[in-house]
């Protein structure tokens, strides 16, 4: 069962099917651009997190419907990590972010599973044209 929004002033659930994100992610800047992205589109921002447990508890807790998830994030090595993820969250959209990038290394990432990567620092537009692909 998803996690729902409630308003006790009126006694009803808000936005039921309203889809929840969560970032992965090191940098400040890097994170606004994405929870402003997730506002105008009318997602559930569940915060930021730094810590790779965190976020998969929070993962497992709520219905998330995507993850930003930063490759640079320490003690983590994303093409051993994406499979992982997507084979216990198979309907996650994972979209991973970097500073670096190459051919192969987008290739890769995208065969393992993620939806999407954008390249830091995180420019809006470049998020918003994803988030339209994952409706």
């Keep these: 069962m998803a996690v729902q929004e409630f308003d006790f002033n009126s006694g009803k659930v808000l936005n ?6 969560i970032m992965a992610i090191e940098g400040d800047a890097d994170a606004d651009v994405v929870k402003e992205v997730l506002r105008r589109k009318s997602y559930k921002d569940l915060g930021r997190e730094t810590e790779l447990r ?10 998330v419907g995507v993850l930003f998830l930063d490759a640079e994030l320490a003690g983590i090595n994303i093409k051993e990590l994406l499979p992982s993820i997507k084979k216990g969250f198979a309907e ?7 500073c670096t990038v190459t051919k192969e290394s ?9 939806v ?5 620092p995180l420019q809006q537009d470049a998020v918003e044209k994803l988030m339209v692909k994952l409706k």
Excluded: D, T, W
Excluded at 16 to 21: E, L, S
Excluded at 92 to 98: A, E, G, P, Y
Excluded at 116 to 120: A, I
């Design 106 to 114: 987008l290739g890769e990432i995208l065969r393992l599973g993620a």
């Design 54 to 63: 965190a976020v998969l508890e929070a993962v497992r807790k709520h219905k």
């Design 16 to 21: 039921p099917n309203r889809k929840q994100a």
């Design 116 to 120: 999407g990567f954008l390249v830091k």
């Design 92 to 98: 996650l959209n994972v979209v991973v972010m970097s």
